[in-house]
């Protein structure tokens, strides 16, 4: 979920693995970097696990034939904007330019993402017990108890140098799923008693669907979506402890089909 501009709320489904695994890296590689940017010990343990997820998510899949292939598709889709005669010529040769680079990198790279980190012994201690819940407490990992006490400069050095190894990864990601985003044409929708479908087209596949909400509106979207069509539901939950139920009114909307 990310802003779409001041007082605005963006929520985001994806329409393929390969979207839904990038967007799951963003939001670990931004909850690192924030947490990373504070000295307290509970943020380090914070940027820890992201990493430690980070490398969950590795062990998933293929992610560098898959961004090779995602960026393979977008250069392909560049190449072919530069026949339309509205495209900034100038902005195009950029992106075109950074695209060609990290597929250069990527293709290039002859180890996988955090390999020096796979090695690291307090980095796998750690990661071992963290399936366990509270499994990384002080008695459990002493070591990793007295790393944490360490100098908070030292400590933010080392975890840097850790996330680093995740640069291209993390490159590639957000360069790929900005082209996403800014694929969509936006149209403004009505969703009649809460409820809101339209049919998918299939020649050429949407990968994002984004709706966009004032932060005043009183409830959220539950976006669900098949090989043809999509549906978004907008509910409402006036109290935490209370079930979800759907809007009766009409709720007007900002829509994004992300098609690239």
Same mark, same amino acid.
């Given at each position: 979920?990310?802003?779409?501009?001041?007082? *605005?709320?963006?929520?985001?489904?994806?329409?393929?693995?390969? $979207?839904?695994?990038?967007? !799951?890296?963003?939001?670990?590689?931004?909850?690192?970097?924030?947490?990373?940017?504070?000295?307290?010990? *509970?943020?380090?343990?914070?940027?820890?696990?992201?990493? +430690?997820?980070? #490398?969950?998510?590795?062990?998933?899949?293929?992610?560098?034939?898959?961004? +090779?292939?995602?960026?393979?598709?977008?250069?392909?889709?560049?190449?072919?904007?530069?026949?339309?005669?509205?495209?900034?010529?100038?902005?195009?040769?950029?992106?075109?330019?950074?695209?060609?680079?990290?597929?250069?990198?990527?293709?290039?790279?002859e180890v996988g993402?955090? &390999?020096?980190?796979?090695?690291?012994?307090?980095?796998?201690? $750690?990661?071992?017990?963290?399936?366990?819940?509270?499994?990384?407490?002080?008695?459990?990992?002493?070591?990793?108890? &007295?790393?944490?006490?360490?100098?908070?400069?030292?400590?933010?050095?080392?975890?840097?140098?850790?996330?680093?190894?995740?640069?291209?990864?993390?490159?590639?990601?957000?360069?790929?799923?900005?082209? %996403?985003?800014?694929?969509? %044409?936006?149209?403004?929708?009505?969703?009649?008693g809460g409820m809101?479908?339209?049919?998918?087209?299939?020649?050429?596949?949407?990968? #994002?669907?984004? %709706?966009?909400?004032?932060?005043?509106?009183?409830?959220?979207?539950?976006?669900?979506?098949g090989r043809h069509?999509?549906?978004?539901?907008?509910?409402?939950?006036?109290?935490?402890?209370?079930?979800?139920?759907?809007?009766?009114?009409?709720?007007?909307? !900002?829509? %994004?089909?992300?098609? +690239?």
């Amino acid at each position: 979920m990310t802003a779409q501009r001041q007082g *605005w709320i963006s929520y985001e489904q994806p329409l393929s693995e390969r $979207v839904r695994t990038m967007l !799951r890296l963003e939001f670990l590689f931004t909850r690192a970097r924030d947490a990373l940017c504070r000295d307290d010990l *509970w943020s380090s343990r914070t940027t820890v696990d992201c990493l +430690i997820d980070v #490398m969950s998510v590795l062990g998933r899949a293929d992610l560098k034939k898959e961004l +090779i292939k995602e960026l393979e598709r977008h250069a392909l889709t560049l190449e072919s904007l530069a026949r339309n005669p509205n495209v900034d010529p100038q902005r195009l040769q950029q992106v075109q330019s950074r695209v060609g680079e990290l597929l250069g990198q990527l293709k290039g790279q002859e180890v996988g993402f955090g &390999h020096a980190l796979r090695g690291n012994e307090l980095f796998n201690a $750690v990661r071992q017990r963290s399936s366990i819940p509270a499994g990384t407490c002080d008695f459990d990992l002493p070591a990793y108890h &007295h790393w944490l006490q360490r100098d908070p400069v030292l400590r933010r050095q080392e975890l840097d140098d850790w996330l680093g190894q995740f640069g291209l990864l993390r490159d590639a990601t957000e360069l790929c799923l900005k082209l %996403v985003r800014e694929s969509g %044409v936006g149209s403004d929708e009505t969703a009649c008693g809460g409820m809101f479908q339209r049919t998918l087209e299939t020649n050429t596949p949407c990968q #994002m669907i984004r %709706v966009h909400l004032p932060g005043s509106t009183d409830g959220y979207p539950e976006i669900s979506a098949g090989r043809h069509r999509f549906t978004v539901r907008f509910m409402q939950q006036p109290h935490a402890e209370e079930r979800p139920t759907q809007v009766q009114e009409d709720v007007r909307f !900002r829509l %994004v089909c992300c098609v +690239i």
